[in-house]
């Protein structure tokens, strides 16, 4: 009889798994990094608290996400379409879903764009807006007023550190990302009085198909409408640095972590995934003015770039040593 007692917790946790009903997510750009990272994490949660919907533009691609799956497919992860372009992919989709009920929206679908702006035509900055900040506002459009209604949900939102800080030649990027982060900070008080929760997730580098696409647009870019400087700078120093940053800061879609503001009991309205780059956004707050951030990228990049460089070998190499967690955990 003692013995049964003792089961009784096992018991009571099996039956409250059967019971409870999983959480419906939603989750945009699946078809690599983040998005299909963090959708196969959710459907391979083994408490299975996650029905995932990992939507992506083109199915054509699903190929890589359908074997990150394995076994879940089909069970715990259903593969969608969804263009956050288009307002009537994304009804479909979410018409598509049981009772539209969708418990977690996480917004990822994202792309970069660098270089100078003289090179770069109006239409290509019009599809970084449209995809990084319209495809959210097409988004919360069509599931808000459901989450309203239930006085329940959660958004999540896969920003930027470009959301907080301008960066050389991510100008229209971060301008998105900038619109991103003002359109929610609004909405965020709102959400409150509906009881739905609100999160940015702020990543430094990521290394992604993001970092590859947007390099090798960068190394293609016709400079001719930029003046030598502009190019040479470009060229010489961004394009030259691009890689060893990734390097350096770079984490992996595995470690932003999204699924522990998920199950946070009280989720923050901002989260940077990377302690490394901290440092550089703490900046931004420390200076009302703005100066401080300006001056000091400007310091790094144009005066003190061999320093800039040497610290970053020298990141790159602590990274490689067995202390690597113990060192940067305190920062
Ligand atoms: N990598 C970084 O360094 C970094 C840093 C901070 C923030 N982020 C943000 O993280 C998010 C995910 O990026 P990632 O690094 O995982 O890059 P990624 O591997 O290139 O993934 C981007 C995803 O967005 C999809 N996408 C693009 N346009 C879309 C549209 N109109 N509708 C639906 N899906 C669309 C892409 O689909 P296709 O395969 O069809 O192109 C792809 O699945 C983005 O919002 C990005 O801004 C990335």
């Known amino acids: 009889r003692g013995g049964q007692v003792a089961r009784l917790p096992t018991i009571y946790a099996t039956l409250q798994l059967k019971i409870m009903p ?26 299975k608290r996650f029905k995932v919907y990992a939507t992506m533009r083109n199915l054509t691609r699903k190929d890589k996400l359908e074997e990150a799956a394995g076994r879940t497919l089909g069970k715990t992860l259903e593969i969608k379409q969804l263009d956050v372009c288009s307002e009537e992919s994304i009804k479909t989709c979410v018409s598509s ?14 792309m970069g764009l660098i270089g100078p702006i003289e090179c770069q035509t109006i239409e290509e900055m019009r599809t970084v807006m449209d995809t990084n900040f319209f ?10 007023p459901d989450m309203k209604k239930r006085k329940s949900g959660h958004i999540v939102i896969i920003s930027s550190v470009m959301g907080i800080q301008g960066i050389l030649f991510n100008d229209v990027y971060a301008a998105s990302k900038f619109a991103v982060e003002g359109f929610c900070e609004s909405l965020a008080i709102q959400a409150l009085k509906f009881k739905l929760q609100l999160s940015l997730i702020e990543p430094g580098p990521v290394i992604t198909e993001f970092e590859t696409k947007v390099f090798e647009d960068g190394m293609k870019m016709d400079l001719s409408a930029a003046d030598e400087e502009t190019a040479d700078m470009f060229t010489n120093i961004y394009l030259k640095n ?12 595995e470690e932003i972590h999204t ?14 995934t990377n302690t490394l780059y901290t440092p550089m956004t703490t900046l931004k707050y420390a200076d009302p003015n703005g100066d401080l951030p300006i001056d000091t990228f400007y310091k790094m990049v144009f005066q003190h770039d061999k320093i800039f460089s040497a610290s970053l070998n020298f990141i790159k190499l602590l990274s490689h040593l067995t202390c690597w967690p113990t060192v940067f955990t305190s920062i």
């Open 97 to 110: 879903i049981p009772d539209r009920k969708i418990d977690i929206l996480v917004s990822n679908a994202g």
């Open 242 to 253: 691009y890689k060893q940053i990734f390097q350096s800061l770079g984490q992996s879609a």
């Open 135 to 144: 495809g959210l506002v097409r988004l919360l459009k069509e599931i808000l």
């Open 22 to 47: 999983k959480k419906t997510v939603l989750i945009t750009g699946c078809s690599s990094g983040i998005g299909l990272a963090l959708a196969v994490k959710m459907a391979k949660d083994e408490q």
């Open 259 to 272: 699924v522990k503001i998920i199950l946070a009991e009280n989720p923050p309205f901002r989260h940077q």
